[in-house]
């Protein structure tokens, strides 16, 4: 799957699956844009996408603030003059629940960054998109059609179902100029996203709970991703692909 001269965005790369699909991108030749807020671990993904051939351009940003999110797409016109690939991966959760006295504040942080930021960032990108007959990649999760944590982590399941809803819609509009939009769902994935919550789950008890007693690895999601963005996916739009080690079979 070659993307030699293609300009690929990922939010969110600066570790996990976003960092991940970078380095799957700048080894298959992509001209690479890292969007994050970690400077020290967006050099270093940085570093190796360059031992590929290509320097990428390093973007810091917090895409649930516009200004931020518009910075990300005038940039990547601004040093590459075109946009073939958006990867909408940046999110985040939080412990809450409907309950709670301080919901609303928990909610309102999660959907800014995991559903307004990839609309506004899809938003912005169109024009680009429409031009290089390019495509958009969704990062959602198994938590869109599942409820087995719905309790306590409410928040990031509405924003993934809300994910998986715009993303067919907007599929649907841009696909009379050409442009795809899809989706991949993973399961329980080894990042460091319980590390930036405050939650007690660990990956032991994920890999426990799913049928093939195993979590996944960011690489496995970074392989469907380019699968989606590729040419070998001309066919597929508002397509939603699950890689969750059988997770939703026992929910």
Not at 53 to 68: F, M, T
Not at 185 to 201: A, E, H, K, M, W
Request: hydrophobic share 40%.
């Amino acid at each position: 799957m070659s993307f030699v001269n293609k300009v690929v965005i990922v939010t969110g790369s600066s570790s996990g699956i976003g960092a991940a699909a970078a380095l799957a991108f700048a080894k298959e030749g992509a001209n690479v844009v890292i969007v994050g807020r970690n400077e020290e671990k967006m050099k270093n993904v940085s570093d190796k996408c360059e031992s590929f051939g290509k320097k990428p351009l390093v973007v810091k940003a917090d895409v649930s603030k516009d200004d931020e999110a518009k910075n990300i797409i005038d940039a990547t016109i601004n040093r590459f003059g075109k946009l073939d690939v958006l990867v909408n991966n940046a999110g985040m959760f939080v412990p809450n629940d409907i309950t709670s006295d301080n919901f609303m504040d928990g909610y309102d942080r999660v959907m800014n960054i995991n559903l307004r930021a990839p609309v506004y960032l899809t938003h912005l990108a169109i024009p680009h998109l429409i031009t290089t007959k390019g495509n958009i990649v969704n990062i959602s999760s198994i938590a869109a059609t599942s409820t087995s944590l719905a309790s306590t982590i409410l928040s990031y399941y509405i924003s993934k179902a809300g994910l998986n809803h715009f993303s067919r819609g907007v599929a649907l509009k841009l696909a009379e100029n050409g442009v795809r939009v899809n989706i991949v769902s993973p399961g329980p994935v080894r990042t460091d996203i319980l590390d930036n919550s405050s939650g007690s789950i660990n990956w032991d008890s994920f890999a426990e709970s799913t049928p093939l007693k195993r979590v996944g690895e960011p690489q496995e999601i970074a392989d469907l991703i380019l699968f989606l963005a590729s040419d070998k996916a001309k066919g597929i739009t508002g397509s939603e692909f699950v890689s969750d080690n059988g997770s939703l079979l026992v929910q």
